[in-house]
């Protein structure tokens, strides 16, 4: 098991986070219980169970090795085999069964669901792996076996959150948003801190709060409005649950970016700002290690959304930067969108949005000129863009709006003309 050894982590002691050197320590302990312990049948099933979960948590890290000859996905394979050892020794043990399933989930679904349900077998009390199961059968469109599994767990342990999170991804699968809801709302209600749940409320809640109120108030322009006066009500179980999300995983950048909306949406510009940047930041690290473009486009929108909380907190210079940072990665010229990268529609209107909002930066620190340069290019560029009559209106409405602030009238009624939909 070389995924781990004291060679790859005695030049980078100092130098490592907190994080990959308490895993990659922890993994090194483990090893040498396996060493002390081999001669022990009583325990040594439990050393290689321990090794096994260690070298599986030491996987993420591998990254902060560069000198590592041990790729992730061979990581894993140690940490199964490990696994296996474990129960060759203990084969009744239902927590390895469990364990050894979990691991084999993407790898190997036969093997997975074999040892779910080995695991039911030697202890069927316990609703942990009653809720993998569930699960497995979820991802495999299973809905009926799903729905029976999570149903058991539920039965078993009331308070085990992730029954009722599973349960309601059901439910959302099904179309039955009012039920999965109702579902995710009990799963947080029940206190516990299980991240899954804690994100899937947040979201489904943002969701929620978003449909319910007029999309003039949802922030998707350059107009910055106020947040309604019950969104602080609305939204503090949802920021709640995604604050203590982030406390356990702080560098999810999908968490970040939702923790930043609900943030904005009751008024906390500062620290809206402060989460997108770090959405940002994690999603240029993403990025240069496997350039996606689903990658690259959610870089693009956490960028646009932080020029416009930026604006709207009176950081003018800072939102022309976030602004200029996604409009670097844009391409009108591009016709297909690349798998998982942002459609046709999406870069046109978030080009729009980073063009309007870099004029009214301009506008706000008293350069009239770059403004009117600004959304003039916009309305050419939009002008043979299949589709972009609509925001191309919005542009040069803006546009207008600026000569008449200059009182420049005949200016004026020639960008109104170039908008005949408005």
Not at 264 to 277: I, K, M, N, T, Y
Not at 289 to 303: F, H, K, R, W
Request: glycine residues 4%; negative net charge; proline residues 4%.
């Amino acid at each position: 098991m070389n995924a781990v050894s004291l060679s790859l982590i005695q030049p980078l002691i100092n130098d490592l986070p907190l994080p990959a050197l308490s895993s990659s320590l922890s993994a090194l302990s483990y090893k040498m219980r396996v060493l002390l312990e081999s001669q022990n049948d009583h325990s040594i099933g439990s050393a290689w169970f321990d090794l096994g979960v260690s070298i599986s948590n030491f996987r993420p890290r591998l990254s902060s090795f560069p000198e590592s000859a041990t790729t992730v996905e061979q990581a894993l394979q140690q940490a199964i085999r490990c696994l296996k050892f474990a129960l060759h020794k203990e084969p009744l043990n239902s927590t390895f069964w469990n364990a050894l399933g979990v691991l084999s989930f993407d790898l190997s679904p036969r093997l997975a669901q074999h040892c779910f349900i080995r695991s039911i077998e030697h202890n069927s009390r316990t609703a942990v792996p009653w809720t993998n199961l569930g699960l497995f059968y979820l991802v495999h469109s299973d809905e009926d076996l799903a729905n029976q599994a999570f149903l058991k767990a539920q039965v078993l342990d009331p308070d085990w959150t992730a029954a009722w999170v599973g349960q309601a991804t059901l439910a959302d699968m099904a179309g039955h948003a009012a039920e999965a809801s109702v579902l995710l709302e009990h799963a947080f209600s029940l206190g516990r801190e299980t991240p899954e749940a804690d994100i899937a409320y947040a979201s489904r809640a943002f969701e929620k709060y978003r449909s319910s109120v007029p999309s003039s108030s949802a922030s998707t322009s350059s107009e910055i409005s106020t947040p309604l006066p019950t969104a602080a009500e609305a939204l503090s179980g949802p920021l709640f649950a995604i604050t203590r999300y982030l406390a356990q995983r702080p560098s999810d950048h999908d968490a970040l970016h939702l923790h930043a909306l609900i943030l904005e949406q009751v008024g906390d510009l500062a620290s809206a700002s402060v989460s997108f940047e770090k959405a940002a930041s994690s999603l240029e690290e993403l990025y240069e290690v496997d350039e996606s473009p689903a990658v690259e486009g959610q870089y693009v929108i956490a960028q646009t959304n932080l020029g416009r909380v930026r604006l709207a907190s009176k950081n003018y210079e800072g939102a022309i930067e976030a602004f200029d940072a996604a409009m670097s990665l844009l391409n009108l010229e591009s016709q297909a969108a690349e798998e998982g990268g942002l459609t046709k529609e999406q870069t046109i209107l978030l080009y729009t949005q980073c063009k309007l909002g870099s004029a009214l930066a301009q506008v706000w620190l008293e350069d009239l000129d770059e403004a009117k340069e600004i959304l003039e290019r916009a309305v050419e560029d939009l002008e043979m863009q299949e589709g972009g009559d609509h925001y191309r209106n919005h542009l040069a409405a803006a546009l207008a709006r600026v000569h008449w602030a200059e009182s420049d009238e005949d200016h004026t009624l020639a960008a109104l003309m170039d908008a005949p939909g408005l």
